[in-house]
């Protein structure tokens, strides 16, 4: 007998996740009302989502989720979201955006909350529309799957299953009996922290120290900061505002890629998790060290910045950016000489930590890796010796090393092979772009990070890169945001058939 | 006092003897040929049943019993026992067992299981342990008046500095009393003038700091003055909390266990130990792995066999000092004599511990000293007391002459017994009784 993947149960499971999406497009369908611009791009795919995913639904009454449905699920979600999610775009026929290849990958970038935008001219596109990228944003950062898996619990699907291929970590840290009671506290938390920023944000702009900062961008900085996304209506991003703005947003950048539960328990008053929490403590440490490489170089090099407070800014302000995968810029950081940039490509590497709405490797694997091979070390000189590697006290048994050292490995070929692509595909259209710039591009896309270096630059644009590059980079943001291995799972002919 | 005693192994009979000079002792076994031996050898009621049996603890009359020992080798058989008693009157209740988490959770909760006081024999043996490996050269180590004094006994070797020295040269520390010396097995009381040899033993008794210092000046010279380098064999529970205790003192032992699940398990819960998966037997492994420069082997796998062989290989190889559990207890005194620094019994620790707490009233913690030899008594004085409110001096002379008062502490401070000094009321004294004057001496002070 051949057991296959039940397909129609995931496409059932996405439709209802796309059935909902009328929701968040209601915001930006507001500012179109309020501003007096199109509606269309809106009101149709609320009505096509809606419609598709009742559609979808009506597939099989059979609503029961397994490991294969999951994988296939998961990828799907992504996938058909940032489909619905292009149309809008396409529909306002602005700009960049209305190509469709354009339109589908800001719309990727955007879910996958990545930041890497094709827009050219910031000045072409309605408020509503660049709204709409905040919001895919900001659904994407948390993960639109923790508010499936609210919505799927409560029709008794395996939503423990979901969260682990969601999150990839084994231990997924339940804080309640119920997943679904944790998928809503996790989210109330997401949605205060955004509230908060927003108040603070505007707060800044009505004391006078924030001029640019209108409720308009608040919001939609809001939106992109606590979701370490880093799209900006702004063509200058974060450079955009005061220095006061910039100062605040390092904070929440960090923030969003703190893990979730973490920050639960000291919003509960309880500090000691975070303390004893090695991951955190690795992950500040490693905002001090960058921070400090970057500041101690731009300091110098001399270089474009006339006061102390301007380096550390800036220098703070890009590590943390890029680190927590967000992708703001403060500052043109193209301009930088090659040794901070190089530290900032670094960056790109590493990630905030698990549990949060950061992307890229994640701390919390830099640091079993690193843990792991020191245990080795060990090992190596004294091999009768049992040393488990602990983190925060506890044990992590060996399979999740092994699945922590493949994951890492599978992430760095792909990041070789992405590069290699970049860089013939652009000699194929004599595109012109060195080495570095195809490898940050690469990075900056398949780790969800955002702005690049060079052509892909801060400031710059990902519109100039050939179609094919464009397509294959969607893919990057698509599989680097489900990390990987739920896209590989689909891709491996046992997972059909067997 | 009426005692009932289940179970007439090694713990309970020694417990039962120890008990019936003193007390009307009830014993209780499945096995008729203890009972039978226990009945002809001494002074003791000993029935054969079950002690889990409420019909068996009425027959030894459990209504009228004070207290009552569950000391069988099964936990559940002694906690099973205890709960049953309780079921009909207000019976002490003492529980030997061996798991640890039947101990964590009776001390979580002290009416746990219907057991007023449980011997965590693992537990306890792991101290003791701990205890004789923080002292260079010391073979028993027990603390008394909450710690602010310690009792330790010490073999004196032919390197030792002290060896060939009278107790008057040897006597350089300030807050020790040396009490007795053993030598071939006797308990001699020292003076001035008595001679140490090497073979013999030394009892001593004064502030941790000084008998630490002591424990310096009887170790061979190329001892290491404190052991950190500290190897436990054998994964056994004993063993496990042999290297929790340890690490909770800030050394970072190593442990060698031969089965990989139980490593790896050891290995999980005690983060600052190195766990080593081998046979310790391996020699080769041993000297790899440098075990050879250990300043202490602690053999403690679950077989006696294979303890002294660990041991006597690690001595073989250099090691400084070895430590072996001997469950057998008439192996114990085989083990130091063929060489092996401190040999532990759990079960001799456990009957120790219990007679212990079963004299307490009358005094307040005691140590036993050689096959019951003598004593060491911690007793808090009343204005009853030939002690009190006179220099010692005088009143050492209306004690027997087996009588050494070791230290005096009052309110939490450690005074060093001279002749002039005055005892007052309230004042904890640590003495050091041969056995044969205990009662007089008891009814002095």
Redesign the interface.
Known sequence: MRIRVDWRVSCRLVGTILKWLWVPLLFPLGIALYDGTALLPFVLPILGTALLGLGLEQLTDERDLRAREAFLMVSLTWLSIALVGAVPFLLAGEGTLAEPVNALFESMSGITTTGATVIVNFELHSRAILMWRAVLQWLGGLGILVLATAVLSQLSVGGAQLMETETQTQDVNKLTPRISETAALLWKLYIGLTGLQVAVLYGLHLVGYAPEMTLYNAIAHAFTTIATSGFSPRGDSIAAFSPAVQWVIIPFMAIGATSFVLLYFVFQGNFDRLRNSDEFRFYVAILGFFSLGVGGMLFANGGPYTSLEEIARHAIFQVVSIVTTTGYASTDFNLWSAGPKHLLFVCMFIGGMAGSTTCSIKTLRWLVVVKAFRRDLFTAASPSAIRPVRLSGSVIDEETIRDIYAYTLVSLVFFILATIFVVLDASRVQLTVSEFEAMSAAAATFFNIGPAFGIAGPLESYEPFPRSTKLVMTFLMWVGRIEIIPVLVLLTPSYWQS | MRVIVVGAGEVGSNIAVSLAESHDVIVIDVDPEKVDELTYSNDILAIEGDGTSLETLENAGIAEADMLIASTDDDETNLVTCGTAKTVGGVFTIARTRNTNFFKTWTKSEDAFGVDFMVSTNLLTANDIVRVVGLPAAIDVDPFAGGLVQMAEFEVTAESEIAGQTVEEADKFEALTFAALVQDGDVVIARGQTRIEAGNRVIVIGSPESVQSFSRTVASPESSDEARDIVVVGGSDIGYHTAKLLEERGIEPRL?EQD?DR??E???DL?GT?????DATDTD?LVG?QIDRADAVIAATDSDEKNLLVSLLAQNIGVQRTVAVVEEGQYAGLFEAIGIDVAINPREATAEEIIRFTQKGQVENLSLIEDRQAEVLEIEVDEESVLTGRPIRESVTELPSDVVIGAVTRDQEFIVPRGETVIEPGDHVVLFVATDVLSPVMDLV
């Not at chain 2, 190195?274 to 081998?278: D, N, P």
């Open positions: 060698i990989a490593g790896r050891l290995a999980e983060p190195i766990v080593l998966e081998h492994f792995e």
